[in-house]
């Protein structure tokens, strides 16, 4: 009986170191998410610059298709945000969390423009 007991504290143990280590990569997820925008961090220089985008029908077309079904429902409403147009871009290049990141296979540099010239109308991107 006393091999059984030990066995079952040992197997809780395991489970429990277990745990542990799933809850050690937590914390590096939130260290990489130290160095995003949202969280203060500076914001890469390949993100920097001023809006190009002018055509705003356009960035809100494809607002609509590849934002609008988790802005707002599953994501926060961006609208009245005010972030810069270098912390968008990034989150929209290398999304966070449940947030799929935008490669340019999928948004093209301008399309990006667009978007962010959209943006800007609803107040979620002040510059
Ligand atoms: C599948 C759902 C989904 C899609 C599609 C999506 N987002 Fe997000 N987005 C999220 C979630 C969830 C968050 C919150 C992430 C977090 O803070 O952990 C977020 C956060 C953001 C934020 C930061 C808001 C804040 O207050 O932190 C911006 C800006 C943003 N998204 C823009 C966009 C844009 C622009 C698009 C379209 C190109 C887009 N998102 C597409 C889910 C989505």
Same mark, same amino acid.
């Given at each position: 009986m006393k091999t059984i007991s030990t066995m079952l504290a040992l197997t809780g143990l395991t489970l429990a170191l277990t745990m542990t280590a799933c809850g050690g990569g937590g914390g590096d997820a939130e260290e990489a998410g130290g160095d995003h925008a949202s969280s203060g961090g500076e914001v890469p220089a390949?993100?920097?610059?001023?809006? #190009? $985008? #002018? %055509?705003v029908a356009a960035g809100a077309e494809i607002y609509d298709q590849m934002c609008a079904s988790c802005h707002p $429902?599953? $994501?926060? %409403?961006?609208? $009245?945000?005010?972030? #810069?147009a270098a912390a968008t871009r990034q989150q929209i290049r290398e999304g966070e969390d449940s947030m799929p990141a935008n490669g340019p296979d999928r948004i093209s540099d301008e399309e990006l423009e667009n978007i962010l010239a959209h943006m800007q109308t609803i107040g979620a991107v002040t510059e």
């Open positions: 390949e993100y920097q610059g001023a809006i #190009t $985008g #002018t %055509d $429902g599953g $994501g926060p %409403d961006l609208e $009245g945000l005010g972030w #810069t």
